[in-house]
């Protein structure tokens, strides 16, 4: 149990688009989802907390306006990256937190790469 | 706030060698957890050990085990019998015990490279 899945995988677009990114809790429902970037060999940077049915909660620096979160369900949380730029091109993972529980159970990440 | 230290970027091993990573943290809490987690170059965050601080024993799983110093605020994390399969990059996390407190605080992580 405690499987956690991202989709897509892998995203390549245009500088200017937006991409959305999900994150599914398959077997459990999470009241609580994470989602951090990641630059190459480097540690996870948190970038926003996403609670079901509120408002996102952002860590000081990430643009609010420029990475939507929104949670609407117990089971999915997407992060929509509006007007990407080449700068944005990361390593996005997200985790989420089994209601009741307080483990963080990761994503497999989604490789973002903006021409 | 937290601050987790990581003081060793890379680290190599022989395979079936013993290797420990050094993990450090700062926190006025009383009570907390303690984490390391495993990325592999599939990128796949995989919990490898916890420690919950108002334990005195340190925590064990199979091949991987912790010197947990609270006193010294000191966390390594012990891999014996080193496999080819645990290269990777180690990643050591805090977590305070509040209710509803879900966040981790990260270290910078060490590259294991076990060489055959």
């Known amino acids: 149990g405690a499987v956690v899945s991202q989709h897509p995988s892998r995203v390549i677009c245009k500088s200017g688009t937006s991409v959305k990114i999900e994150c599914r809790s398959l077997d459990f429902q999470a009241t609580t989802m994470f989602w951090y970037r990641q630059f190459p060999k480097k540690s996870l940077m948190l970038m926003a907390t996403?609670?079901?049915?509120?408002?996102?909660?952002?860590e000081q620096g990430v643009e609010k306006d420029k990475f939507l979160i929104n949670h609407a369900s117990l089971t999915l949380s997407t992060l929509t990256v509006t007007s990407a730029h080449p700068e944005d091109s990361s390593f996005y993972i997200c985790?989420?937190?089994?209601?009741?529980?307080?483990?963080?159970?990761f994503g497999p990440g989604t490789r973002l790469t903006v021409l | 706030a937290q601050t987790v230290t990581q003081s060793q970027p890379e680290m190599s091993v022989q395979e079936a060698e013993t290797v420990t990573l050094s993990c450090t943290y700062d926190?006025?809490?009383?009570?907390?957890?303690l984490f390391w987690y495993k990325q592999p170059p599939s990128r796949q965050m995989i919990l490898v050990i916890r420690q919950e601080a108002y334990k005195q024993q340190n925590a064990t799983e199979n091949r991987f085990s912790v010197n947990f110093q609270k006193a010294a605020k000191s966390f390594s994390l012990k891999i014996s019998d080193s496999q080819l399969g645990d290269t990777a990059m180690y990643f050591c996390a805090f977590k305070d015990s509040g209710a509803g407190s879900y966040q981790l605080t990260f270290g910078k992580g060490t590259k294991l490279s076990v060489i055959p």
């Open positions: 985790s989420a937190v089994r209601t009741g529980g307080n483990e963080q159970f």
């Open positions: 996403s609670n079901e049915g509120s408002k996102a909660t952002y």
């Open positions: 926190t006025s809490e009383n009570n907390y957890y």
